[in-house]
């Protein structure tokens, strides 16, 4: 059993521009061997034709499936309505991007933009079977600009750690890997094979997205839903498992216990799968008081004679923190609350201001030396390994003069702008504003449903 419907809860109809809708699949109590989760039926709209179904996860996006599956039945109970001819779906998503206890929220997407809640489905999913892994990987999710990089460097300098030398490049493997088994193992993908659909493009990753031709053979629907995934899941990890085992040769790492990357909070949709790739995989959230992160994004800037993180994007420094910046707190706020049950925060401040008992915890989380000695050989070893490209990437003389220079680089305009749009993040990551505390909300454990 692959995936486990338990529950289907419906919305009734007819409600405000809905007129009726069924569904086929998924149905409560199923369940299939197949690594996905199928979605069956028809609705029917009032206003404005239907166009897909939007799947959503608590917090999180999942896909928009097309409507567009014939339905002459239909067309003869709503003659007035022009869309009752097409208004049927037939499509499916897969599990790997679920976890393994999965709710999702179902509801139409009108062409007017509207959107109507149809269904709710829970379920289960289990995640592909594969052989224990020769190592793990240790993630780092951040946003640019917050000591992640140095957090990196000192990581990297581990001997049971791998890492492509940060200040070089940020080499994202696993990442890549992960995005074409997201994209190989998705229902619209695979049964391109079994149509005689042979457009010019990207259509065997099945764009553009169509409603699920009909197709008689459900064995071969089977392989390529069940064992073609299974093996496909062990191909992507035998090439991430490869490209570092190579690298830590070429380092003489002998038999390292980590490969070591580093993400945005954006890249939520590959947390899943690489987890299930890879259990016991470590994720470190490295996080800066928001408004030191602008100075240094905004000094940066200044040194390269260039605009960059997105500040090219808006036309003043108070559009750029509540228009783009805002948005990627918000999301690194959103990935600490789902997975700080089993991920570790290091704030940039407590690793400059309290390193020793910040690396301790550190590397007790990743279950390596956490004694005296380990502690200060990771301090010395990572802080002096340096090189040129580390000093052009710094823009304050040393560390400790980075710590609260908003205070003289920020105006007083800018600081309200901060604490008006990071409110919330700088409560949750323990960073005062006014009265709020200076430690880290406790987090409740999460199982990043």
């Known amino acids: 059993m692959a995936v486990e419907i338990t529950e289907v809860l419906m919305a009734p109809a007819p409600a405000p521009g809905l007129l009726r809708y069924h569904l086929d699949a998924p149905t409560a ?59 049927g779906f037939r499509s499916a998503i897969t599990s790997l991007r679920l976890p393994h206890e999965f ?47 140095w957090v990196q460097q000192l990581l990297a300098d581990h001997p049971e750690i791998v890492s492509y030398p940060p200040f070089k490049n940020d080499v994202r493997v ?102 299930e790739l890879f259990p016991g995989t470590r994720e ?35 559009a750029y923190v509540r228009k783009q910046l805002a948005g990627s707190v918000e999301e690194l706020e959103g990935a600490w609350r789902e997975r700080a049950g089993w991920a570790h925060l290091v704030r940039y401040e407590d690793l400059v201001l309290k390193p020793h008992e910040t690396a301790r915890s550190l590397l007790a989380f990743l279950e390596l030396g956490a004694r005296d000695e380990d502690v200060e050989r990771f301090l010395t070893v990572g802080s002096t390994n340096g090189d040129e490209r580390q000093r052009r990437h710094m823009t304050t003389a040393n560390v400790r003069e980075s710590v609260g220079r908003w205070r003289q680089d920020l105006s007083p305009e800018l600081v309200v702008a901060c604490e008006e749009a990071f409110d919330e993040a700088f409560a949750t990551f323990g960073y005062a504003t006014g009265s709020a505390p200076a430690q880290p909300r406790r987090a409740q454990k999460s199982s990043t449903k």
Not at 287 to 310: E, H, T, W, Y
Request: with cysteine.
């Open 284 to 318: 470190v959230f490295v996080v800066r008081d928001f408004r030191d992160m602008l100075c240094s994004i905004l000094a940066f800037n200044q040194k390269v004679g260039a605009p960059r993180f997105g500040r090219e994007l808006v036309d003043s420094d108070e």
């Open 29 to 87: 109590g199923k369940s299939t061997d197949i690594y996905a989760v199928p979605f069956e039926g028809w609705v029917m709209t009032e206003d404005s034709p239907p166009v897909g179904l939007e799947i959503t996860r608590p917090e999180a996006f999942v896909d928009t499936l097309p409507i567009g599956v014939p339905r002459p039945d239909l067309q003869k109970i709503y003659p007035d309505l022009g869309w009752a001819r097409a208004s």
């Open 174 to 275: 696993a990442s890549y890997w992960l995005d074409v088994l997201l994209a190989l193992s998705e229902p619209a993908s695979y049964r391109q094979a079994l149509t005689n659909y042979n457009a010019a493009g990207d259509w065997w990753l099945g764009r553009p997205r169509r409603p699920d031709e009909y197709f008689g053979d459900p064995d071969a629907l089977r392989w390529l839903g069940r064992e073609q995934v299974e093996s496909l899941a062990r191909f992507c990890r035998e090439r991430i498992e490869g490209f570092y085992a190579s690298l830590a040769e070429r380092q003489d790492t002998a038999s390292p216990s980590y490969f070591l990357e580093k993400r945005l909070p954006s890249n939520r949709r590959q947390i899943i799968p690489l987890r």
């Open 103 to 149: 709710e999702l929220d179902v509801s139409v997407v009108c062409a007017d933009g509207a959107r109507i809640p149809l269904f709710t489905v829970r379920g289960r999913h289990r995640p592909t079977r594969l052989s224990e892994a020769a190592m793990r990987p240790l993630i780092i999710t951040t946003l640019g600009r917050s000591g992640s990089t």
